[in-house]
């Protein structure tokens, strides 16, 4: 039972309150003196992350929508068993499990005065149309001096399970074309909008559309927004590739859940496992792995 009141008398706590979220899906905020978080149980989806004092940290499209079958423009979309088109062409990108209502497994606080929720999926949780082998999503989301975001993949079944995924994160920024991303220097990468191979040099600056998955990448990246006067620092592990997104001008007013001068204000650094760069996985049967995303501010 994934009611407001169900959970809240189960989970709930002074730092774990539960609601009626966007589009009447159960959502859960995390508070505490670090600052404030929320996800809802639809997509296990982090939609929102502030530190105390500051500016909120990820965007949200204020076109998103909140409905069944539909993904969230914004936040961290957990994108899982692909990450891009769906290979059968039947399906949306980015997978099911965002698009998907996962159930609470557990909530509570560190020592060091941290909240910590984690929701699960698994294959009889899904859509049958989707025709899910057998697997187990954890994902923990804790707010503390950093937010981290880890979804665990459990290979439940007997057979090898195949997948790509990528934490999907859009960051809040003052002016998209002020900013740097730095962290990728020298990488090799696909410019998925110019269909070319490139190495990265130097910073990456935000003056067009950009979709570029970088290859061999397992350091963080950090986005400068000299307008906010912070940086946003973005680290993570279970992945080798990192995705940088920006829709721009002419893709913006294409997306229906996307304001058309709302690039302004979003830059995507995705922790990824992108077959695009090599870096889909094949989990043996009772195996798992983790994919991590690891964001604080300086
Ligand atoms: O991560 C970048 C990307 O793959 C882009 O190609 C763009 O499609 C973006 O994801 C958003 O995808 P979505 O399915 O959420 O509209």
């Given at each position: ?11 709930g706590?002074?730092?774990v ?10 959502a ?10 929320a ?41 899982w ?13 980015h ?76 960051f ?20 998925k ?34 307008v ?61 792995a ?9």
């Open positions: 039972m994934n009611t407001v009141n169900a959970l809240q008398s189960r989970f706590s002074e730092n309150n539960f609601y009626a979220g966007p589009g009447g899906f159960t859960v905020k995390l508070a505490n003196s670090y600052g404030e978080a996800l809802t149980l639809y997509g296990a989806h982090v939609m929102s992350y502030t530190p105390a004092g500051a500016v909120p940290v990820l965007w949200m499209s204020e076109k998103s929508m909140f409905t069944a079958g539909d993904p969230i423009r914004g936040g961290i979309p957990v994108c068993p692909w990450f891009g088109p769906d290979v059968t062409g039947k399906f949306g990108g997978g099911y499990a965002r698009v998907s209502l996962w159930n609470m497994v557990s909530a509570g606080q560190t020592p060091a005065g941290e909240t910590s929720v984690t929701l699960c999926l698994e294959d009889k949780d899904v859509d049958a149309k989707f025709a899910p082998q057998s697997f187990k999503l954890e994902l923990s989301v804790t707010l503390g001096a950093t937010l981290t975001v880890a979804l665990k993949i459990y290979n439940t079944g007997t057979e090898e399970l195949a997948y790509s995924g990528a934490l999907h994160s859009y809040n920024v003052a002016d998209s074309a002020a900013i740097k991303v730095c962290g990728l220097e020298d990488c090799e990468y696909s410019d909008v110019l269909n070319v191979e490139g190495i990265q040099s130097g910073s990456i600056v935000i003056d067009r559309e950009i979709d570029r998955v970088y290859r061999r990448t397992s350091g963080s990246v950090n986005v400068e927004d000299p906010f006067n912070r940086t946003i620092r973005i680290a993570k592990s279970g992945s080798t590739s990192t995705v940088v997104w920006n829709p721009w001008i002419e893709k913006s007013k294409k997306m229906p859940d996307f304001g058309d001068e709302e690039y302004h204000t979003m830059v995507c650094v995705e922790a990824a496992n992108a077959s695009a760069a090599g870096d889909d996985r094949v989990l043996a049967p009772g195996a798992m983790e994919l991590r995303q690891m964001i604080s501010i300086a």
